[in-house]
């Protein structure tokens, strides 16, 4: 993480300031850009790869904040080992920044003191954004700030058990048209002494779908006024990060499924906020070894080869977007199981071709209009702060 004392002029001449992360003395953010959580994502070799790729001109250090995927409060408490090694941070990480999900007060308490009293985390960032089912049948992600004294609940306990450690929250315009939540939720956040919040200009029934609302960003702004606001959705290139911050006056941009397969996003990033017109455009062989190394730091820290270049699998289609790669080849980059085969494959490549025209473009899920999963009779009662039955998910992810 990089710091900066004073605001940065960006390329159109207007000043960016860093984010602070805590209390007078706390972290500064620079620049004012924070990975968004990714379940199967953002894991210790993600985080680390966009890390190396964001190095700062102006201070030749990794910048930015890089969040880990979301954690359940269950799962941790309860030391499940699939949770643990999630948790894990590799040494370059700083601040270390972890998302939980959560639905009881006293549990999510429970898993933030956990977090403080052994040192797992410098930034705690709560999920209320999360649209999947089996989240939101729970009551928990988007789904849970529209019971505004559970939201309320939750998030003093988990303020009071971080002490000095700094929570922040992400989530949604609300579960639909009819059900929007986030100016509330944004005052509840204030109330409880949350460091920023940041809003997803989606609502949870439109999933990925469709365009960003942009101006609900702008909105809240204008009503949470004491912490700052940051701003997600459809930041597909820098330029749409600078102007996401001119259009609403948020304080900062969460990246989400930009960076897919474009780790170096955030190198863009680094270079627009600081007044740079130099973009990345790598060529199919720089592509590949980014990929790679992707690959290496996944074997590394599963601690195995053919689990690390699988896990890879998930990526592959996203590296190659717009290249001209061949059918066959991405088959088989799709089902390697080893470094020499990847190898083998990229050797088979016009590893010269230069950045496809478009491919900045969007990336990721792109489906919407999905039907909400709620509990029973979770609308009747916005009042209601108990949360529901066998609330708390038992394992990680989502």
């Known amino acids: 993480m990089a710091s900066a004392d004073a605001t940065t002029p960006d390329a159109t001449g207007g000043p960016w300031a860093p984010l602070r992360l805590g209390a007078a003395g706390g972290a500064r ?4 850009v924070v990975l968004a959580p990714m379940a199967g994502i953002t894991n210790a070799p993600f985080r680390t790869l966009c890390q190396e790729q964001a190095e700062s001109a102006t201070t030749a250090r990794p910048a930015g ?9 269950r799962a941790l408490v309860e030391r499940d080992a699939k949770t643990l090694r999630l948790i894990r941070f590799a040494d370059t990480e700083r601040p270390r920044s972890i998302q939980l999900y959560g639905v009881d007060p006293h549990i999510v308490g429970r898993a933030v003191a956990m977090i403080v009293d052994e040192d ?7 999920n209320f954004g999360c649209p999947v089912p089996k ?26 058990n971080a002490r000095d450690v700094p929570v922040t929250i992400k989530m949604r315009k609300g579960i639909d048209d009819d059900h929007l939540t986030y100016l509330d939720a944004g005052r509840i956040a204030v109330d409880e002494g949350v460091t920023w919040v940041a809003l997803h200009g989606r609502t949870a029934e439109q999933h990925y779908g469709g365009t960003a609302d942009w101006s609900a960003i702008a909105r809240l702004k204008e009503v949470v006024t004491d912490i700052p606001v940051l701003g997600n959705g459809d930041i597909w290139d820098a330029e749409d990060a600078l102007r996401m911050m001119r259009e609403t006056g948020c304080d900062g941009v ?36 980014i ?25 592959v289609a996203w ?11 991405r088959r088989g980059l799709a089902t390697a199981s080893s470094l020499a085969e990847l190898d083998e494959y990229f050797g088979q490549l016009d590893l010269d071709q230069p950045w496809p025209i478009g491919a900045d473009g969007p990336r990721g899920r ?15 009662d916005p009042e209601c702060a108990l949360p529901p039955v066998d609330a708390e998910l038992d394992h990680s992810g989502g």
């Open 29 to 32: 953010i620079w620049p004012p």
């Open 65 to 73: 904040l890089y969040v880990s995927e979301m954690i359940t409060t």
């Open 120 to 126: 797992l985390a410098d930034h705690i960032d709560l």
């Open 135 to 160: 989240v939101t049948r729970k009551g928990g992600g988007s789904a849970l700030p529209y019971k505004r004294n559970l939201l309320r609940d939750i998030l003093r306990s988990a303020v009071k």
């Open 254 to 289: 969460v990246v989400g499924r930009g960076c897919l397969g474009r780790p170096w996003l955030f190198r863009d990033l680094v270079s627009a906020f600081e007044g740079s017109a130099e973009r990345a455009r790598p060529t199919l062989g720089e592509a590949t070894a």
């Open 291 to 315: 990929m790679r190394r992707h690959a290496v730091l996944l074997a590394e820290w599963i601690g195995d080869e053919a689990h690390g270049v699988t896990d890879l699998r998930k990526h």
């Open 319 to 329: 590296y190659m977007k717009g290249f001209s790669v061949g059918g066959t080849i």
């Open 366 to 380: 792109t489906a919407g209009g999905k039907r909400v999963i709620l509990p029973e009779g979770w609308l009747d």
